[in-house]
């Protein structure tokens, strides 16, 4: 994570202070410039998305959305400020469960449930270098858990079948940028 300006972190942090508000994630770009997160749609893929992915900040995109401080179902742990007793509150990140992939979007949906919705916060603006660390879960060991992750959300969460509340039922399920579903 590359940090663009000193305010980031005062941002996201008075956000989580509100009574409504769970978890506080950022938007995030890929180094060409392109955003990699503005916030997760539940159920594109049958499990979560990025909302608004290679969409480029400057564009206007799905009404302009991307630049709007606004709730989601979920965002990312990459950039993710909560505070302390909420996340013990609702028992923290599940690590038997989601070891590496959507323990985010579990604990967002955990925080949600509680009444502390997500919010996505697009003033905190930082550079995100996507699975330089994690990897791409193309070897068969981290294929394997990837298929267990998503098993063990779509079961917890229903992913597969439910619709975002905050995603438009005519979108589409497949795409991260907002598409007409066909």
């Known amino acids: 994570i590359e940090m663009l ?22 938007q995030l770009l890929y180094p060409d410039g392109r955003i990699q997160h503005a916030g997760v749609v539940i159920g594109v893929g049958q499990a979560a998305g990025h909302a608004h992915r290679f969409l480029r900040p400057q564009d206007e995109g799905y009404f302009h959305r991307h630049a709007l401080p606004q709730f989601v179902t979920a965002v990312t742990a990459a950039c993710l400020v909560v505070q302390r007793e909420r996340f013990l509150a609702i028992g923290g ?34 550079v995100h270098r996507e699975s330089i660390s994690r990897g791409f879960d ?45």
């Open 93 to 126: 990140l599940d690590e038997a469960a989601f070891p590496v992939a959507f323990n985010d979007v579990d604990l967002c949906l955990k925080l949600n449930k509680r009444g502390w919705q997500s919010l996505y916060e697009p003033r905190a603006i930082l």
């Open 5 to 26: 300006a000193p305010d980031w972190l005062g941002i996201m942090a008075m956000q989580a202070l509100r009574d409504d508000v769970g978890a506080v994630g950022a």
């Open 138 to 182: 193309r070897d068969p060991v981290g294929a394997a858990r990837f298929r267990a992750e998503l098993a063990a959300l779509q079961q917890r969460w229903r992913t597969d079948r439910i619709v975002d509340p905050f995603h438009h039922p005519h979108l589409s399920r497949v795409s991260e940028q907002f598409a007409l579903a066909t």
